[in-house]
């Protein structure tokens, strides 16, 4: 059998989450309208979809139903969508440009950006507490309470609040770290961990993932960093610059650009020795790695 | 066996629930800091705490154990109390006093009471998550998704939107009562049957509790109303007036104070109605359907 490569991987597993997210949402017709219409356009038709690919390359690791996945998938990538409206909002970035689009409240308001976040969380907690096949139901009691604390404030929410925080102060490398584990960190190992815990997998298993996501999530941020200062706006699709900007520490600029470079070949190559007890079960884990590394947004 | 009065019930109930609420939220000195003082100022020290007391007495029906119930109201009490946290934002209902202190974001700053919603809402998932005594991890996922549900855009969230495309607009009795339903009466219904759940209760026990609390969640709105324009801010520690200042249609615009006070009286009989079959087990259920109607605030 011949195996598809990565960028077929990629557009398949795109499309069978558009088209999952799409499902779940409710229809833009029933009302309230407005409200539904709004998380339908800040939901669909954009995002590299980072969380939902780590979900279904680490099920595939243990032959996890397709199905199964998006489930758990759409649920992080919800959760996932819902910070970037709030952060998007005046009183947090003030951004007006995410994923090539106008930000929600530019769109439409502040009042409704503030609800497709909130509403948009409910909806990842529903569809994270549908039956899922072949998962017990105390495993997926676990698996809701990872992504609660992966979301809350001692994961994603409280980075952000970290974040607001040091903006404008001058931070360590380790806060950076801390910062950027609760931030973006936990969320893309909850992906990760999610996908695995879907297809069956051990503690000791989860435990080489957890580590490997640690790694990924990190060397997510340090290219973030580096796409931000070195990309055009136009090929990232939201505001180049910000963090220059906002005079906000980065790896860039506690680093410098060359060793931001070589810190993030070394996450590179951490995160691949985590997956070695899997073999070649984790071909799209490896893929992935590398993919985050070489994106240009 | 004497059963205490209900004020002395009440206040057992306030307390378990106050100090249940305190040990799930993270302490005030653990990082970040300013975020979870904030979460702690707006969740501890006030408020009727009526959805827990609905969640308790419904779970008495079915001598469920205190401490689940304290479990799973704390839940819902969190979902209730980040909705209030974003309502009062200046995007939304732009208020500076609640439960007779400055609203979070006077007291810390928008962002800050942004991130507290957020993060109280992943909060009450990850309470709600955690393994409940005697309740089958099966039915702990219905619950789950009976929460979510209530909380998200065809429920609470939902109800909020509903409410703000609404503002200054006329409004027919039907529309009134289908945003009522879903801004407030969703959640409180969802206490009610959370708390039968934590007993073991029997779908024809939810379907009349689920009756009760239909009316229970528009008496409560009805009285709102009329406490809105009759009390003083100082009686119910929020700014009095807001709707008539806000042009909001309420049932008290929309029948006249009279018939107001009439429709509350025909929604309280039908709420005791609802609970013909549990006899005096139903005791704290009738006497919280009273107190809704006599409270000051």
Redesign the interface.
């Given at each position: 059998m011949t195996v598809a490569g990565f960028p077929i991987w990629q557009q398949l597993i795109q499309e069978r989450i558009e088209q999952a997210l799409g499902s779940y949402l409710?229809a833009a017709d029933s009302?309230?309208v407005?409200?539904?219409q709004a998380?339908r356009y800040v939901t669909l038709g954009g995002g590299k979809r980072v969380r939902p690919l780590l979900c279904h390359a680490a099920g595939e690791i243990f032959g996890a139903p397709l199905a199964a996945l998006d489930q758990i998938a759409s649920a992080v990538e919800m959760i996932h969508v819902?910070?970037l409206v709030?952060d998007d909002?005046p009183?947090?970035d003030n951004d007006v440009l995410r994923r090539g689009k106008p930000t929600c409240h530019v769109q439409f308001?502040?009042?409704?950006a503030?609800?497709v976040?909130?509403?948009l969380?409910?909806?990842a907690?529903?569809i994270a507490?549908?039956?899922i096949p072949n998962v017990?139901?105390?495993r997926?009691?676990?698996m809701?309470?990872l992504?609660?604390?992966a979301?809350?404030?001692?994961?994603m929410?409280?980075g952000?609040?970290?974040d607001?925080?040091a903006t404008g102060q001058s931070l360590e490398i380790v806060e950076l770290e801390f910062m950027h584990v609760q931030k973006t960190g936990q969320l893309i190992q909850a992906a990760t961990l999610l996908g695995a815990h879907v297809g069956g997998a051990h503690p000791d298993e989860l435990h080489n993932l957890g580590r490997f996501a640690n790694r990924i999530g990190l060397l997510f941020q340090v290219i973030d960093d580096i796409l931000d200062a070195e990309a055009s706006t136009d090929a990232l699709g939201k505001t180049a610059g910000k963090d220059a900007a906002a005079n906000k520490a980065t790896y860039l600029t506690l680093l410098g650009s060359k060793p931001a470079r070589a810190f993030a070949d070394r996450l590179c190559m951490e995160a691949h020795e985590a997956l070695s007890s899997f073999g070649d079960n984790a071909l799209r884990l490896h893929q992935l790695t590398d993919y985050i590394v070489v994106r240009k947004n």
């Open positions: 409710p009302p309230p407005r409200l539904h998380m819902y910070s709030h909002l009183a947090m308001d502040e009042a409704t503030l609800l976040g909130d509403a969380q409910s909806l907690f529903h507490a549908q039956s017990t139901a105390e997926q009691l676990d809701l309470a992504l609660a604390n979301a809350g404030s001692r994961g929410a409280g952000q609040a970290i607001l925080a």
